[in-house]
């Protein structure tokens, strides 16, 4: 590789605060809430026009679709997200469940608002690309905007980028499976002329259930619907309009009264790293192809999208995972399939699991809880993450990536940054008990 010599250049510091939130989606929003709620000094920077992440971005409406009678739920920021969507008037049925989804455009709004209500200073357009550090501890990000190249100290950082990008930058230990190892990333789409009760009337003829793709699950869900389509992709492919291994099978979810398919999940592209500019750039421009593609096959198969057209796209790649962190404590798959408990709990989240053909409901009341240690990197102090890229195996993966348990996480890390401030110690060193106390105190279930 080709390098040049950047000249040394003094880099003005734009602001200083006690706690950074690097990232604004369902993690990074919580943790800025958190944290202002706590009383300190909080920043959220985002390197989009709008907060809310995969909700806002990706277009991903369905933030509880797990939730069925029997599911012991999460307490906290992530619950207010939906009782702040519903008084905007921007909540719908999500199809498979008794919960809700969340309108992406309104949220849009919800976030400013509840981001204005507690106080955070705020910066759209602005992007995490580096870390300052002194030693082991972390002192701040180096930004990049319009403005230019500026700094923000920090006593106090939480990486919510969801590619640890702040924590690798700073030195962390990180690891990543190969690419063929991956979950696949998605563009989302949606559709206008939807003749819903058509749609629908065909869809209570051809139920999908969770069973008919998924390898692995508890055996409850081989018998729960599944808003899932691959009929009208297969005719396709039969019939040469679709090349073999693409566009399987996807997703519906909410309906509009005016025939809008506001969410349409069904671009599903293996073998590409989040982190690789070249693989971002062509999966980006490859899902926009494969999306066309799959309008056509809905069109000419599909009862009720006999008149459907293109919408929208959402505005980034929908991501599943790349980079996590290597924490104080790694999440397995057998803690959350059998309920683990931990003395530096941070909230529940119930027994559900998504990824890798690995499909668990939460019907049964089971849950688990969530450790600490999984946010707090080995080797940088005063340096949290949360979100999808905090430390565990494979399988827990399947479950500390929704969006969701994102929450989760995310108010446990704002409020241990704040409370570690306020103590005056390091995020490494903070009294769990005064953590659990305060997250108690903003309505979190701990155990």
Not at 66 to 83: K, Q, W
Request: hydrophobic letters at 35%.
């Amino acid at each position: 590789m080709k390098y040049i010599q950047e000249p040394s250049k003094k880099i003005p510091v734009m602001a200083e605060t006690d706690v950074l939130v690097v990232g604004s989606g369902p993690s990074g929003l919580s943790a800025a809430i958190a944290s202002a709620r706590e009383g300190v000094d909080t920043m959220l920077v985002e390197r989009y026009g709008c907060f809310g992440g995969n909700i806002t971005q990706a277009m991903v409406e369905s933030i509880g679709w797990y939730r069925h009678e029997g599911t012991v739920e999460s307490e906290g920021i992530g619950l207010e997200f939906e009782a702040q969507t519903r008084q905007f008037g921007g909540e719908r049925k999500e199809p498979q469940s008794i919960s809700q989804v969340l309108e992406a455009d309104i949220f849009k709004c919800v976030s400013d608002k509840m981001v204005e209500e507690a106080g955070i200073y705020k910066f759209l357009h602005c992007l995490g690309v580096e870390a300052l550090s002194e030693g082991d501890r972390i002192t701040g990000v180096i930004t990049e905007s319009k403005e230019g190249r500026q700094a923000i100290l920090a006593k106090r950082v939480i990486d919510c980028t969801g590619d640890a990008d702040i924590a690798f930058r700073a030195g962390a230990a990180c690891n990543k499976a190969p690419r063929n190892k991956l979950e696949g990333v998605s563009v989302s789409f949606g559709c206008s002329g939807v003749n819903r009760d058509r749609f629908l009337e065909y869809i209570k003829k051809n139920p999908g259930n969770l069973g008919q793709w998924a390898s692995q699950t508890a055996g409850k869900e081989e018998n729960l619907f599944s808003p899932y389509l691959c009929e009208p992709f297969a005719k396709a492919r039969q019939n040469g309009e679709i090349p073999e291994n693409v566009l399987t099978g996807g997703y519906w979810s909410s309906l509009t009264d005016t025939g809008e398919a506001t969410y349409l999940n069904m671009v599903y592209m293996l073998g590409l790293d989040p982190t690789d500019l070249k693989d971002l750039t062509f999966a980006e421009i490859e899902g926009r192809k494969q999306a066309m593609l799959a309008i056509k096959a809905l069109r000419k198969y599909t009862p009720g999208f006999e008149n459907a057209r293109l919408r929208t796209f959402g505005s980034s790649l929908g991501t599943r995972e790349s980079r996590k962190i290597e924490g104080r404590h790694s999440m397995t798959g057998d803690e959350v399939k059998n309920q683990a408990k931990f003395e530096d709990s941070i909230g529940i989240f119930p027994e559900f699991l998504d990824a890798y053909g690995v499909v668990i409901i939460p019907t049964t009341g089971r849950y688990f809880q969530v450790p600490y240690g999984i946010m707090v990197p080995k080797e940088i102090d005063n340096l949290l993450v949360a979100g999808r890229c905090v430390s565990g195996d494979r399988i827990s993966h399947a479950a500390l990536r929704q969006m969701m348990c994102c929450t989760v996480t995310g108010q446990g890390a704002g409020v241990a940054a704040a409370v570690s401030v306020k103590d005056g110690v390091p995020t490494g060193e903070v009294n769990i008990d005064h953590v659990q106390k305060a997250l108690k105190k903003q309505g979190v279930r701990i155990n």
